[in-house]
Structures are given as C-alpha cells and as structure tokens.
C-alpha cells in the first residue's frame, strides 16, 4: 500500500521529533552538570546517536514539514533540529519557513553558514527570500547568480509584495500553433519534465503575444496527428503582473483554475501564476485580515522580543486610548446630571455597548458586500435603506428591554424612558455609521477592513454616553 | 489574440447588463403608465430588442460569472435576468450561486419550472444544491435519477457538510501498474476527456486499494514503451472522507497539490478531493469567521427580509445585552462612590476599554498559535508567561499615561494613583483571561474564535469597574 502525507504522519514526526529533541536536552543537561572536559563516553555515544536518528528521521519528511515543525520550536531546539537538516534539503527548508524564523536562522548561523544554501537556490527562490536577508549576505548571495540568473532575480524584485508580479513564476511550457498534437508531445520528451502545477501549455504567436492555451488533458487523449490549431483555448482567465494579488483568489475560484497566464499591457507573456501562490496569498491575506481586525499589525513569534511585541500592539492601544480620553471628556461633561442621579453612570455603558455592536455587524456586512458583490450606483443607498430599518426595528425592540430593565432596577419610569430614547437613537447612528465608514473609506481606496472598527466603536460610545446623559439632563434634573 | 476572463471584462459585462436592465425598467414603466391593453408597437418592439440583447450577453459569460450578478441584483432584476438564461446554461448557473439565490430562485419560478433544470444535473451536483430546495422538488428530482447516479447521491449525502466526504468528487482515472506509458496513453485517447483538475492518474490493485499515484507530466515526457510501475509515486498525501474538510487547506498549500485522493479505513480509493473545493470550502469558512467575530451567524443578503435579519443579528445582541446589564449591576454597586466622586463615571470606561483591547490583541495571538503550531506540553504556560510579561510592561506604561491624565484633568493625585492600579490589574486580568479562553475552549474541542470575544469584553469590562470602583472605594471616600 503507498504510504501517505496526512496529518496524522506528520504528527507522528513531530512527536518523534519532540521525543529526541527532549532526550537531547537531557544529555546536554547531564553534560553540563558534570561540568568537565572528562565527558562520560556511553554518554557521548547516546548523544551521537540521538543526533542521528534525528537526521534520519528529517531526511524523510517533507521540505515543508521541517518549516512548519521549526516554526514551532523555542530556539535552542530550533537550532538543535535545523543543524540536522541536510545539506541538499536545506535550501527548500528555509524557503519554506515563515520571514520571523528565516531572520532567526540567518541571525544564529551567520552569513558565512548561509552562503552555500544561499548559492543552491534559484533566482525566483532567492528573490523571495531576500527581504529576510541582511542586506550584505542578499548582496553577495546575488553577485554568486549567472547573468541570466540574475535579470530573473531584478526582475523579481520589480513589483510590490501584493501585485501579481511578485507572485507569479517564470516558468511554464509554450508552443507553436502550426504544430500537431505528436510534435508537442515529443517536445514534452525531450524537456524531460514539466514545471510544477503546470495543467496546460501556452500558445504564444512570433512576437510572443499569448494566443490561448492547451489544457494537458487535450494533448493526452488526442491523437497525435492532430493539429494543435484545433485544440486552443481561446477564453483564457489571464492577469496582469500589476493586478493586486488578492484578487486573483476570486477569479482562481470562479473559474477553477490551476494556473492561468500572466501578460502585460501588449498581451505579451511575462509569467505563469499558479494555485499553489494563490493560496499562500489568500492565507497570508486572511490571517493578516484577522489579526488587523484585532489591533495587531502582524504575527508575533511566541518568542518574540517584548521590544517586539510592543511595537507591534503599542499603536492600536494608543489609538484606542484617545478615543477613550475624549468619550470620558464627553461623560466629564455631564458630571453635574451624574452626581444627582448616579444611576446614569451604571446605564450608560449599556446605551453605548449596543450601539456599537449593532454598528459592527452593519458594517462586517456591508464590508463584506463590498468585496464580494458587483458595485452598482444605487447600492449604498439601497444598504442605507436596509440597515436603518433593521436600525429602527432593533432600536424600538432593545430600547424598550433596556428601558423596562431600567425601570424594574431603579423605579423610575422617566429613566427607563430617557434609556429606551437613547438606545433607540444610538442605534440609527450605528446604522448610518456602519455603512457610513466602509463606503468612504472604500471610495477614497482604503482596506474597509483596517480600523473602521475603531472609529464605529469611538462613535457610538461617544454618541451613546451624549445621548443618554443629554436626554437626562433635559428631561430628569 | 486570444480574449481574457479578466476582472475588467468581467466588470464590462455587469455595466452591459446594468445598461439593458435599466432599460428594462424604463419600457416596463411606460407600459404601466399607459395602464392600457393598447400598447404602443414600438414599444413592444424595443422591449423584445432589449430582451434579446440581455440573453447574447449573458450566452457569452461563464457560468459562474451570472452566478455572481444575479448575487448582486434586487429580487425584480434577478428574474429579468434568470429569464433570459439559456435552458442548457441554467443548469451550471443554478449550481455555482449562492445558497440565498437558489432558495430565491425555487420559490419564484416555482417547482414545475425547476424539474427540467435539475433533471439535466448529474448526481454530485443534485446532491449538492440538495438542501436549497424544497423537500417535495428534492425527493421528485432524486427520483427522477437513474440507479447508479441514485447511489452516487445517497453517497454524497452520507457525509457533513464539515468532512471532506461531502466536498469529493467521484470522478478520477486509475491505472493498472502493470502497464506502460503507451496503453495508458491508449486508454485516455478512448476515454475521450479526464475530469475537471485532473493533474495525476491514480494507481490502484485488484482489491482497489490504492498504491500510489502517476502525475500527468511524468506521462508526457516519457517514452511510450516505459512501463507505468516505474513513475508511480507511492508518497502520497491523501485524506479520509471523514477528516475536516477546513484542514485541507494547510494539506494542499504545504504540498502544493491540485487535487489528493480520498481513501477509506482500508486504503481504498472512495473519491478524490480537488483544489477548487478545498478554495470554496476555505473561502466559506474565512468569510464565516470575518462574519461571526462580528456577531453574525451567518451572511445576509442585501435584500434579505426583516425577520431573517433579525434572526441573524438577535442571538448575539442578546447575549451582549445580558453581559452589559451585568456589568451595569457592578457599577450599580457603587453608586454611592460615584455620587461623592462623578468623576469616577467619567473615568471608569476608558479602564475597561484598555481592558478589553489588550486581552483582543492576546486571544488573536493564542488563537493564530492554536491553528498554526505544533501542540506541545509547554505552549500553554510559555503563552502566558510571555502575555503576562506583557501584560504587566503595558499595565505600568499604559496605567502612568491614564494616571497623568486624570490628575491634570481632575487635579487629584490620590484618582491618578487609583487609575492606575485599576488600569495594572485589570491588564493582568486580561492577559490571563486571553490565554486561558482560547485554550479551555481548544480543550473542550470548540472553535475558539466563537464567541471568546464576548466572554473576553465581558471579564474586562465587569472587572474593570469593578477594580477601579472598588479601590476608589477602599482609598478616596
């Protein structure tokens, strides 16, 4: 039976990795505390052969396997299982691995060790890990390229990290249409191989304008007198190298692509962007997207620095703090109201929580309209409608609980009417907000995603703590 | 040159169809002006032009592409536009859209209509569309299928929407190993296609236990006479029809695989799972995720009805609004503090708001490590070690910032001093607090990302009030 990549193997692996590793660190232990240069040598014995096994066991998983168990390493061990890796697997290993343990390894093993692995990879794998490098090492590990090599390198340096350039290969399969079904095939032979994810070959004309393309398939079952003219796709999914990346996940989904052309502004070919890249920039993209969402701008290695870790959450608080400073400058104003009737100040969290969590479903739906449904000029309004009847409706219904709750707590029955008022008003700003904030910042070409979060909740906190106390001062004191 | 699927034509047709829909609505408004059964020829004319153009247009689109603007349109124009879909496209439109449109669709034209349509589906499309319709509409297009494709659709019922059983496809090609390259080669040209995504052959015995697979490449380039049992690979990485289908994402990113072999308890090949499933299933799975962290159960429709709505948002507004009334009922402790000090009101959200960002930023990261990282016996007291460093350096720096505010606002130092003992603790809460419910909710087997947001706001708020009116209790009046 073939043996098989599951989870269930690879955590096999990573148990039996864990397992040596933790042996390997009682030998170390045990050396150290006999703190001499007499080590015992069955002890020395068990320790090589430890490594060894260790190096065995690396030597059959997969490239991304190893990346993904390094990933999750403290340091020592990180170390301790990447000086195992071997020679000939190391290069793919550290292509693999995330920028944070690839800035690690470099920092560590240092530039003279890094070198020769740098010298393995190819141009399109060095350009992707070049932002991780020190800018000395990507400079020499550069000048080792051939000139061919080379221009691949610049010209993958060329587009930003979220166009289609950036992500797309260099390699794929291109024919001529004058030939027969036989002709590519024996062509195919005499390459020897395919690049990888390639589904189809590339029909290019005498100045290299992309014509359409052959799916694999076509060229399997068809005879091989065949003329390959007959057999051209001509509605083919095609980018741009300067089309954002994100948005090829969509049209990769729509259309089931496996790999599609990429071409510039004449229709002439210049890459290949394959599925496999489509999807390491839709997880890149989704998990970003999550941890924006909760005030992070980036990842953070379990053993991040705390100079680190500041730096990456100290901005969302220090934005959230201002807001928060100028809410409470809206409550100081009504300290007066407040002194008389020390009620409001334990409603008034209430009227401003249910605003803003009514405003930020509003607006994960309207976010979510934005980047999935077809933009037509009615649209905001027809969103506006929608939401400020839903608005009206939940307004009406939660501000007569939370004014019923008010009244049974505190036997007033100006106070829980004053609330439902509140609440009720609160809930047509949220409403407005919530569709309000992700259209503009959406028109003026901004990520609706990033921050709109912050400015609803700032709003309707500050708007749910005037309200209230406003209402009360008018009509309860 | 060849013509592009892109984004931009894709864009060109929506405007066209805009174009003819508005149209549409221009002639069917004068028609009821007349309110008339003398309708002007012309008229009647123009309208039929119309009408024809709208069908030419969408004759040209994908599939999937009308899918996508019928999302889009109000309920009128969507049944202008389904009208003029062609009887042998409807089939494949009705399929790729979306839940919400499919249960439009059935109730607006009605379960005569619909038969026809269905009948033309194939067993796995039927089986997949299946929960939109009507349970009489299923039952009659289920018994309008033939025996095989009858059991091919009890089989794909058999499974979860959540296993990878329920996204399959039960088309592949499997070889005998004892062949050459040429009568496999053979073998396609008579079958006369290979199934969508086809990017190997699978290699199976006569117990139909699979043995490894062959990419189609490796059968390109090679010479006709090799024999097969060669180029078989036999590491293989294949799933269960049981495993999650949201854990083959990372499968196929790791490996960059097109499509993976499904495989039962005894190695037997029962399906075969291909990347655009494993992008739709992430693709519902990540917009999910976006939608419920904001309190949705799920996506709405733009013209959805009020009541769905509010099944929709209600759950989630309820359970906010129980958590705020008691955390109202822990200020309402302290009314008495707050009335000889109103400051306190003024001051007391901005410590739970800190609160709360900080114990989000955590829950974030732990959540990302819980679906990312090897599980080890230590994550759990590393994570907190590291978050309570933190917590405890942004207490101190962040506690002095909110304590100089509110001497020089109040001119109090003894409100400074208590401010940010409160803001310390209540940081210290929140790092303990965004550890440990991710990870309870990991250990009991619950999606931690869902509904950890509201336990999280609801510790740091309650215990913000509560810390901060507590010690101005114990030290001010």
Partial sequence: MASHHSERRLAVSRDEIARLLERHRV????????????RDLLEQLQHKQNVAELGKRLRVMHAAD??????????????AVWRQVAPEQAG????????????????????????????????????????????????????ALEATQRSLFDDSLQYERTQIGHHMTREWVEVDDRQTVGDVLHMLRTRGGLPPQT???????????????????????????????GL??????????????????GVFERYDLVSAPVIDERGKLVGRLTVDAVMDAMREASS????????????EDLFASLWDSARNRGPWLAINLVTAFISSRVIGQFEGVIQQLAALAALMPIVASIGGNTGNQTMALVIRSLATDQPHPHRGRQMLNK???????????????????????????????????????????????GV??????????????????????????????????????????
């Avoid at 030998?27 to 240069?37: F, G, I, R, V, Y």
């Avoid at 240092?110 to 490098?133: F, K, N, Q």
């Avoid at 189809?200 to 052959?214: E, T």
């Avoid at 970003?288 to 990842?299: E, I, M, P, T």
Wanted: no cysteine; proline share 5%.
């Fill in 436 to 477: 309000a904030i992700p259209l503009a910042l959406h028109a003026v070409g901004r990520d609706p995603a990033h921050g709109a979060s912050v400015l609803l909740t700032f709003i309707t906190d500050a708007m749910g703590f005037f309200l209230f106390l406003g209402l009360a001062r008018v009509f309860l004191v």
């Fill in 92 to 143: 793919d290993v550290f292509v693999e691995a995330s920028d944070a343990v690839r800035r690690f390894l470099v920092s560590e093993v240092g530039d003279e060790a890094m070198l020769p692995l740098l010298a393995r990879l190819d141009a399109e794998d060095l350009a992707y890990v070049a932002e991780s490098l020190p800018e000395e090492l990507s400079a020499r590990a550069y000048a």
């Fill in 66 to 79: 190893i990346a993904y168990v390094l990933e999750s390493l403290p340091p020592d061990d990180r170390l």
């Fill in 288 to 299: 970003l997207q999550v941890l924006r969402s909760a005030g992070l701008n980036q990842d």
């Fill in 27 to 38: 030998l170390e232990a045990m050396a150290h505390q006999q703190e001499s240069p007499r």
């Fill in 232 to 249: 051209v796709t001509e509605e083919v999914a095609s980018f741009s190298p300067h089309d954002e990346a994100a948005s090829a996940f």
């Fill in 199 to 229: 589904d189809n070959v590339l029909v290019v004309d005498a100045r290299h304008v992309l014509r359409g393309l052959i799916p694999l398939p076509a060229l399997l079952v068809q005879d091989p007198r065949t003329p390959v003219a």
């Fill in 387 to 433: 939401e400020l009847t839903i608005g009206v409706v939940n307004g009406v219904t939660w501000g007569l609980l939370v004014g019923v709750f008010a009244i049974i707590i505190y036997a007033q029955l100006g106070l829980g009417l004053v609330m439902a008022g509140a609440v009720l008003l609160n809930l047509v700003i949220a409403a407005v907000a």
